[in-house]
């Protein structure tokens, strides 16, 4: 099926790892051109070349989604380079959770700063860009557990259900201007922060996803390239009829829909 997407923009913020690696893997795949950002120049300069190895045409950045310049510099960078920006993934972000009693202030600041505001601040500076050329795509990151938070899980839960809120307010606003805004929900994915908590309790790397997997109905811990298939449709051709909605991806972990 061709995705439409060749010749595209796609930017994918946070992409040296994990989904955002794998979302700007595939939007090349697709022939769309990707721009990406993340902390570290050298992670962003690696993604960068095994993109163009493959076949594809990548820009990238050393950007912080927590800083407000950072952010505004990257998409303006983006559409000063390629000239347009189609897709903005806003998938920045870090899983930091802990017991309500002693979590700090800044550490809900820090989280936010990064999920919530990173993403209203790219959503700000490339929803113009959209506009002039008639349409365009958002995807942001969120997790199941925005929708169904446990015990302990803030302060993550509370940014991504912000993410929720900012994805179906910007669906019902930008609609008319054909800027199509959706979420995908993620559950238990394999990730470098997974592998580092591994590696840092001496664990090796397929006796802790087994050891998740247990308690996931399908059975097995996710792809990072599974969540990517879904980011890579919802901007596609294919899904001109899909705004404001949010796609678990999690196999069948959440008991909401």
């Not at 202030?105 to 820090?110: I, M, V």
């Not at 811990?221 to 899909?242: D, H, K, M, P, T």
């Amino acid at each position: 099926m061709d995705l439409g997407l060749k010749g595209k923009v796609a930017v994918v913020t946070g992409a040296t790892d994990g989904i955002g690696r794998a979302a700007a893997m595939l939007f090349a795949k697709e022939g769309a051109k990707v721009a990406i950002c993340a902390r570290k120049i050298e992670g962003v300069n690696a993604t960068v070349e095994a993109i163009r190895k493959a076949g594809g045409e990548a820009f990238g950045m050393a950007a912080d989604m927590s800083k407000a310049a950072d952010a505004e510099k990257f998409i303006e960078g983006v559409a000063k380079h390629y000239g347009r920006l189609d897709i903005l993934v806003n998938n920045a972000g870090t899983s930091m959770r802990g017991g309500f009693l002693e979590l700090t202030d800044a550490q809900y600041k820090d989280d936010l700063e990064l999920k919530v505001f990173g993403a209203i601040r790219c959503a700000r500076a490339a929803i113009p860009h959209m506009k002039k050329q008639g349409g365009g795509s958002i995807v942001n990151l969120t997790t199941v557990g925005a929708k169904q938070p446990g015990a302990g899980s803030m302060p993550t839960t509370m940014s991504r259900a912000a993410g929720l809120v900012l994805t179906k307010s910007l669906s019902k606003e930008f609609a008319k201007d054909n800027i199509l805004v959706n979420t995908v929900s993620v559950g238990v994915l394999k990730s470098g922060q997974h592998n580092r908590r591994a590696a840092a309790s001496g664990v090796s790397q397929d006796d802790m996803y087994a050891k998740m997997g247990k308690d996931v109905p399908i059975g097995r811990v996710g792809e990072a390239e599974e969540a990517a298939n879904v980011i890579v449709f919802l901007c596609s051709g294919a899904a001109s009829y899909v705004t404001g909605t949010a796609v678990n991806v999690d196999g069948g972990t959440s008991n909401v829909l």
